[in-house]
């Protein structure tokens, strides 16, 4: 091929593709090369035939360490990155999701702005390239938006009964949707069943799919939800008493189900839409899960934090469950590293027992392309609306890169990577977004 200025050859001492355009894994590759013309990969391979395909004039940049897709932070809320006190409080789940509220009503427009802008930049700096960030308060999309960060802005919407849905809350949504920036792709988030009506938020959902958008949902994360669901009794039927919704659960005593299978029976399962957490979900509710093609995105280090539970890491690995990995936000997790959520995962997988020898490049798969499956964009396809993929190196995916440090003395560099990796640079859609 000719030479190109907009065409630059990234070359590293191993390159992990992770996946290709079919999401199958591929194995690491020594002394490697990746491509990039404009925002696209066009090549990856070994170094020698990446520049053999093309021109000798095309410029090359020499990295030390790897090269691998830019992680995908599949849950987090980055307005809530100045909060970041919160998460060594040692509050309970319910206890914690009180102060949250508590803290709002002092929080400004402009707080949320500069907190949600101060959080992209730690994912940049960390090599997370896109992220499902869920937003309750919309002056904090445009700053990160500007910022270049990927992914999808989901829309939050919480504390309706179906009275005050039909109401004003549906009103309020379509305003959101309509007056929202640009700059961010944007989706729709129920927040969870049980601080919602269930027609509110199976109509949260649909709004979203109407408009081509994909949508998210909290699920399973503290065990007070399933009593909520089941039984309309606990801590999460006591604080929508108190806020003062009328509930439907409350006023039925629950409905015998788990929240999974509630959601599945209200048709709010499917391959448009990802749930976050997922930590008490037992062996049926994530049989649905998948058969629904609904992937779940984990943040045990959150779930530890917030005393909500451990989630089952090695039974969803070992059933084959498509899965994510999410950081939360700071005010319930200790970093926004994704790769610091990946070490916790691969803590608790081996906790549960799961001894396999793939556990990293597993955790590692979740945490970009089962990231890019969450939100719709690891295939290349009309829901898409042309938006080429990420998540993995492969020709045609967006030029999204991390640009790793390892401890080379550690075995594989899948395993080096897992347990001594950190962010050297990041590429956003073939620009080097941050650089140390």
Do not use: K
Not at 184 to 203: K, N
Not at 239 to 268: Q, S
């Amino acid at each position: 091929m000719a030479a190109d200025d907009s065409l630059v050859i990234h070359r590293a001492d191993w390159v992990l593709p992770i996946a290709d355009d079919y999401g199958r894994s591929v194995e690491p590759i020594r002394e490697g090369a990746v491509a990039v013309e404009g925002e696209q990969i066009v090549g990856v391979g070994p170094a020698t035939a990446v520049l053999a395909a093309f021109d000798s004039q095309v410029p090359v940049r020499e990295w030390s360490g790897v090269l691998m897709p830019g992680l995908v932070n599949a849950h987090t809320h980055l307005q809530y990155t100045s909060y970041g006190d919160m998460a060594g409080t040692g509050m309970p789940f319910t206890e914690w999701i009180a102060e949250v509220i508590r803290r709002r009503a002092f929080t400004t427009d402009d707080d949320w702005a500069n907190s949600a802008a101060d959080g992209a930049r730690m994912l940049l700096e960390t090599g997370t390239t896109s992220a499902a960030d869920d937003v309750t308060d919309s002056p904090a999309l445009a700053p990160v938006g500007a910022t270049g960060l990927g992914g999808i802005s989901y829309l939050e919407e919480f504390g309706y009964d179906t009275a005050n849905w039909n109401s004003s809350g549906r009103a309020h949504l379509v305003e959101r949707l309509d007056s929202a920036p640009s700059s961010r792709e944007i989706g729709t988030m129920a927040h969870a069943i049980y601080t919602l009506d269930p027609e509110p938020f199976a109509d949260i959902l649909a709004i979203g799919r109407q408009r081509g958008m994909r949508s998210q949902f909290h699920l399973d994360e503290p065990a007070a939800e399933g009593s909520f669901v089941s039984s309309g009794i606990g801590a999460c039927a006591d604080n929508a008493r108190a806020a003062g919704w009328d509930l439907r659960l409350l006023r039925e005593g629950g409905a015998g189900v788990t929240p999974t299978r509630f959601l599945a029976d209200l048709g709010c399962l499917s391959t448009h839409t990802h749930a976050a957490h997922g930590v008490h979900c037992n062996a049926d509710d994530r049989a649905l899960l998948r058969v629904n093609g609904t992937v779940v995105a984990l943040c045990p280090r959150s779930n530890r934090i917030l005393q909500a539970g451990t989630p089952p890491i090695a039974d969803y690995l070992r059933e084959g469950s498509p899965i994510a990995l999410g950081t939360d936000s700071l005010a319930s997790s200790p970093s926004l590293d994704l790769l610091d959520e990946v070490r916790a995962a691969f803590d608790v997988a081996r906790a549960q027992g799961y001894d396999a020898p793939d556990l990293g490049a597993r955790l590692l798969y979740a945490a970009t392309y089962g990231g890019a499956r969450a939100m719709g964009r690891h295939i290349r396809g009309a829901d898409t609306q042309g938006r080429a993929p990420y998540g993995g190196l492969y020709p045609g995916a967006q030029a999204d890169i991390a640009v790793m440090s390892i401890d080379s003395a550690i075995g594989s560099p899948v395993d080096a990577l897992v347990l001594s990796g950190h962010c050297r640079a990041t590429l956003l859609r073939g620009r080097v977004a941050h650089s140390v």
